[in-house]
Structures are given as structure tokens and as C-alpha cells.
């Protein structure tokens, strides 16, 4: 069984466009993450939640918006994407706020032309 | 604000150990270990906290000192399959979750 999934996996689209990435847990954790990951391999972490509640948000666009529907799941909207964009979104989970393992799903690796 | 890793990148024939460096400027309450092979997630290895508990994988160890803001993650009698991108994610704060991750240490075990 899958612990982490996210899709879609790739994801291709034009300049301007909006899109989502969706991320659901089946570990019963409280914690979800998200992080892009550039070209040059840097994982920097953009959003977390706990139970739905947004803890983390980082200097990022506002043009990204995270949506936690229920404790299991945390979508990624971004709205008129930009070149910059490109890069592999990952989404993560821990089983709480304290200093626990992170659980990564297999990414979704976000092109825009 | 970001931990600085060193090396960049080691080449290690299988067999060989190596270590990897991870320091940070801010005071630290844990350091964790991610690896990352190629097209793939981060793959959690080790979390090492304030005080000296670890947490993690069995056949790599770690250390953490906390007075010099460092830690070091020793791969010993590496193997293949050792190959693949180090992150060490160092924590401030201990209620957070927040990672910061350094920019990574590539290894490749060549047989």
C-alpha cells in the first residue's frame, strides 16, 4: 500500500495556466508538507498543515495555495504559472508536529512552458 | 540560513567509508538524515536529537554536536546501493516539523 501518493506525477502545461497536485496519506498522520525541489536539487520546504490547520508558509507566491480538505489530504493549487515553477513538487507527511520522520510521496515533476 | 554540507560530491568504490558534513549557524534541537537516489523521493535515514537519542537506520550512524551547530553521518563499508543525493535537515525549533534542508551531498559507489 501506497503511504503517500501524489498525482499527477508529471504535469506539463503552458505559461499562465492553473493547475492542482493532489496528496493523500493512509499513515493516520497529523502532519502534511509540501516542497519544491529545483533544478539544482534544492528541497525547500513551501507549506505545512496540522489537522488542517496551515502551520508553515513560507515566502511563497501567492499565486500557490494549499487547500487541506481533511487531516489525510493536502492539495497544491497554483495559479498563472510562471517559468520559475519548473521543478519537482513533493508532498510529505509526519505523524506530528514534533521531531518525527518524514514521509515523502514520489513527487510530481511540474514543466512549464 | 540554510546548513552547508561537505562534501559536495564523493566517488567511493564499494568498501570504502566516507563521511558527510552538515553545519549550521543557527542553534539546533535535531539534525535529520534524507537520502535521495535518482527520479525518486527523499528517503528518510536518521533523525539525531538534542541529548543525544538517535533515531534511524542500522547500518549508518550519525553524530550530532550540538555546542558546534554540526553533525557528520559516517557510511561505512559502503555499498552500491549507498549511491544517491545526502540531505541533512536540520530543526530549530522542536514543535514545528520544519526541516531546512542543506543542498545536498551526491555519492556514487562505483563496484
Known amino acids: 500500500d501506497t503511504a503517500v501518493s501524489q498525482t499527477p506525477k508529471y504535469l506539463v502545461t503552458q505559461m499562465g495556466n492553473d493547475k492542482s497536485i493532489k496528496c493523500e496519506q493512509n499513515l493516520g498522520h497529523d502532519t502534511m508538507y509540501w516542497y519544491k525541489q529545483d533544478s539544482k536539487k534544492f528541497l525547500k520546504i513551501m507549506f505545512s498543515?496540522?489537522?488542517?490547520?496551515?502551520?508553515i508558509n513560507e515566502t511563497v507566491p501567492n499565486r500557490f495555495s494549499p487547500k487541506s480538505p481533511d487531516k489525510a489530504h493536502l492539495n497544491l493549487h497554483i495559479n498563472s504559472l510562471e517559468l520559475g515553477d519548473s521543478a519537482v513538487y513533493f508532498c510529505a507527511s509526519s505523524q506530528d508536529l514534533t521531531v518525527r520522520e518524514q514521509f515523502f510521496g514520489p513527487g510530481t515533476r511540474l514543466t512549464v512552458l | 540560513q540554510q546548513p552547508v554540507q561537505s562534501p559536495q560530491a564523493v566517488i567511493l568504490r564499494e568498501g570504502e567509508d566516507a563521511v558527510i558534513n552538515c553545519s549550521s549557524s543557527?542553534?539546533?534541537?535535531?539534525v535529520h538524515w534524507y537520502r535521495q537516489k535518482h527520479g525518486e523521493a527523499p528517503v528518510f535515514l536518521m533523525i539525531?536529537?538534542?541529548?543525544?537519542e538517535q533515531k534511524g537506520h542500522e547500518k549508518i550512524s550519525a553524530s550530532f554536536n550540538e555546542k558546534k551547530q554540526q553533525s557528520s553521518l559516517y557510511l561505512t563499508a559502503s555499498q552500491l546501493s549507498y549511491s544517491g543525493t545526502y540531505f541533512c535537515?536540520?530543526?530549530?525549533?522542536?514543535?514545528?516539523?520544519?526541516?531546512?534542508f542543506g543542498q545536498g551531498t551526491t555519492l556514487q559507489v562505483k563496484p
Open positions: 535537515g536540520p530543526t530549530p525549533l522542536s514543535n514545528t516539523g520544519k526541516l531546512i
Open positions: 543557527k542553534a539546533l534541537y535535531s
Open positions: 539525531l536529537l538534542k541529548g543525544g
Open positions: 498543515y496540522n489537522n488542517k490547520e496551515l502551520i
